[in-house]
């Protein structure tokens, strides 16, 4: 801020002197004006920068889970056609878990396991109600194994991975001998 200077303006020599304030400006006119342009300038430049990753990235999520529930428009046929197909495909994050590629292992365990996760899901909305507690346990199994595979694979904990794995491949084939 800008110093506070006291003047003592003497008006007329016999009577007592007058004393008067202001405020003397610390910064000259153009500096304080050269900083506001560049908070601006900077303001602007985050701005459009943060607006640009969102028109490039948008909302798609890049390698994450796909928490959709079921496929708009799925039938329980066209679930029970690619089950079948979805299952081989997460089973074959096998290979990538022997050679320890756990990146690529990550990548195809989500892709697989959210195709699969959709018709699961749709088939056991198609079943009577007796038979869905059962199916939702074995559901939920399933899925909480592919997640701590995938935390698993993060971390290159090979123990874990094939522990995750072998409950995954059980609990698969109770699945799918149930639907």
């Not at 304080?32 to 990235?57: P, V």
């Not at 390698?63 to 799925?74: E, K, L, S």
């Not at 935390?151 to 072998?166: F, L, N, P, S």
Request: charged share 25%.
């Amino acid at each position: 801020m800008g110093s506070l200077l006291l003047l003592m303006q003497p008006k007329h020599p016999c009577l007592s002197p007058v004393f008067s304030c202001y405020l003397k400006p610390s910064l000259p006119q153009k500096i304080a004006h050269s900083t506001i342009s560049r908070r601006f300038g900077s303001i602007a430049a985050t701005t459009l920068a943060l607006l640009a990753k969102e028109a490039t990235f948008g909302g798609e999520t890049a390698n994450g889970f796909d928490f959709r529930m079921t496929a708009p428009d799925q039938t329980v046929e066209e679930a029970e056609s690619g089950i079948r197909d979805h299952a081989q495909a997460l089973l074959q994050v096998k290979t990538l878990i022997e050679s320890e590629e756990w990146g690529e292992a990550q990548k195809l365990l989500r892709k697989s396991s959210s195709y699969l996760k959709q018709d699961i899901y749709t088939l056991i909305q198609g079943k009577p109600g007796t038979e869905r507690p059962l199916l939702r346990q074995l559901y939920s199994n399933l899925f909480n194994n592919v997640t701590s595979l995938d935390y698993a694979a993060r971390d290159k904990d090979a123990t874990r991975v094939w522990e995750c794995y072998r409950n995954i491949a059980v609990t698969l084939d109770d699945i799918l001998s149930r639907l």
